[in-house]
Nanobody, 118 residues
Framework: QVQLVESGGGLVQAGGSLRLSCAASGRTFSSYGMGWFRQAPGKERSFVATISRRGGSTNYADSVKGRFTISRDNAKNTVYLQMNSLKPEDTAVYYC???????????WGQGTQVSVSS
């Protein structure tokens, strides 16, 4: 099992940047594909970005391509989401999730709030 704790959320003006971090417990972090998802008020949770177990492959939602970058440091058991050129529509609770060896995202953090003012 893995436990996930997100940090780095906050309030930022449009055009600004934030970096989210997700710290994972356990010694098998490199066995997990990792992802970031978000849920805006009144909307369902949606995919933002994913990264493979060793970091060689990434995928992004069209709405964040070119603005967000997902990365991971397996030595630190941490995955990051660098968010640049933030827009008010990026306002949401951001969740980190883990997928064991290509399975479903079965492990989730508690979420961190990102608010972008216009």
């Amino acid at each position: 099992q893995v436990q996930l704790v997100e940090s780095g959320g906050g309030l930022v003006q449009a055009g600004g940047s934030l970096r989210l971090s997700c710290a994972a417990s356990g010694r098998t972090f490199s066995s997990y594909g990792m992802g970031w998802f978000r849920q805006a008020p009144g909307k369902e949770r949606s995919f933002v970005a994913t990264i493979s177990r060793r970091g060689g492959s990434t995928n992004y939602a069209d709405s964040v391509k070119g603005r967000f970058t997902i990365s991971r440091d397996n030595a630190k058991n941490t995955v990051y989401l660098q968010m640049n050129s933030l827009k008010p529509e990026d306002t949401a609770v951001y969740y980190c999730a883990a997928s064991f060896q290509g399975g479903a995202y079965g492990y989730w953090g508690q979420g961190t709030q990102v608010s972008v003012s216009s």
